[in-house]
DNA sequence: TGCAAAGCGGAGGATGCCTCCGTATCGTAT
DNA sequence: ATACGATACGGAGGCATCCTCCGCTTTGCA
């Protein structure tokens, strides 16, 4: 089941779109660097554009995220019909959050702003939203199907604690993947 | 064991310790209601000094969180006692998770700064850090001892999760207990 | 080729951070 | 009670960032 495209603002006259692109890869380029909290007026200058030019086109810092983010998204979704067909259900769920970790720990804060993001209200992260929940379910579904996960579990639940966990910034890798395993144990069905 | 007492800058003078007092309130009532990113001269304008004796007293904004955390953290500690001598060894350390969560969902995203700042280097935090350590590892040590939680789970990987938890703010209490759920299912020992 | 629509970009107002220093207050020694 | 040094006060102002507004430029269609 495809997902659907997510929205995208960019612009049709040639100069826009060029200005468009540019911002988007400043943006992308400066959040990793140094954070998403960098001045916008420095992405701008490293997009060589004018500052009034970003705020025509991402009206706020959040659009630019977005816009950083659709990309980054689309794929963390795609793995997870990777996975669906080369594991078992457990293990697939484990790999797409363990993969989902993992983008966040090379992507800096992008992860957790991410999954701050997906409570939002706005349209494209709706759709976002939508998209990681079709493509979370299908694997949550399956490992409840196979009694490998409690049945009372949400999705975003375990988005959220994932999310969670490199939230605080500069976590060690190795300390993030055993809060995974905390968290992937604790989606077991009740031994009893 | 007595932890060890936190220290506080509060100043002599009678003077300045009036105003170090308004100082904290408001800036405990503001991180309250509007979040910890609040303006520094709001609460200056609030505790009705200028900004400068703000600066002057705390130098930082994390100086200035430093002083609200304090007693703050302490009854936190003081609550792993209570639940020690009250609860069997895993309901205590549930417990007293679960008190934390319930702290941080009435302060905001006050928990979740302190479960940041706990990584953090200055020497207050260095203490704090001590004083929790201490109170949660009489209970996971105890649970530990028991047989009922995992014996490679460490005291700073469940504080990370449950920090984690209500990380993103805004999140509805009882997401947030079955996500305290999922976590504490993830301590206890492998069922095989 | 001409022209309207769309886009550009930076000046500038608003706000927040933090420093500095002239003035006011306190506490003590007499 | 008084006087004086130490301490504290508070806001003006320098700097950075956010964001808006509007006169000028570019584009693409007819």
Known sequence: MAPQPLPCARPT??????NYDRLVTAARETFAEHGTDTSLEEIARRAGVGIGTLYRRFPSRTALLEAVYVD????????AYDFDRELEPFDALAAWFRSFLGYGLSKGSLASELTVALGKESPFFQIC??????????????AKAAGEVRPDVELFDIMRLVGGINMGRDIEPEQAHRLLDIVLCGLRPAAS
Chains 1, 2 share one sequence.
């Open 129 to 142: 939203k939508a998209n990681v929940q079709e493509a979370g379910h299908l694997l949550l579904d399956k």
């Open 13 to 18: 006259r040639a100069d826009a779109a060029r």
């Open 72 to 79: 980054e998204i689309q794929s963390v979704c795609d793995r």
